[in-house]
């Protein structure tokens, strides 16, 4: 089955994505949402709610489930999750990144790189 992990906005749960999750999983995909510490079904341990440690919490859910070649799905604070996971534990794990209603992580501008400039296709 093909991975996909999804990633939500701050004040939601995983419940967020049943839907998704439904039709993907009808198609063969392995669909796993999760819980930001704090929120939903997840504890909360009173800290760790900045980018760096959220970061860190989607990288342990992917090493604890031994994700490979994973479609990141992301909305809303997600996205900056993602973004943050990516340039903290690199893309080995990751085949394809969607973001949707993106909120931009606390990067200063000068250290936002992109692969390619943003007009070209």
């Not at 504890?43 to 990141?72: H, K």
Request: hydrophobic share 35%; charged share 20%; glycine share 8%.
């Amino acid at each position: 089955m093909k991975p996909i992990l999804f990633v939500h906005c701050w004040a939601m749960n995983a419940d967020l994505w049943q839907y998704q999750m439904i039709h993907l999983s009808n198609r063969d995909y392995r669909c796993i949402a999760y819980d930001h510490r704090g929120h939903g079904r997840s504890g909360d341990p009173g800290s760790g709610y900045d980018y760096d440690t959220l970061s860190d919490d989607l990288a342990m859910v992917m090493e604890q489930l031994d994700l490979r070649n994973v479609t990141l799905v992301g909305h809303s604070m997600g996205c900056g999750v993602i973004a943050r996971y990516l340039t903290r534990h690199g893309a080995d794990r990751t085949r394809r990144v969607a973001l949707g209603a993106v909120e931009f992580c606390d990067l200063p501008p000068h250290e936002i790189q992109f692969q390619r400039p943003l007009n070209s296709p």
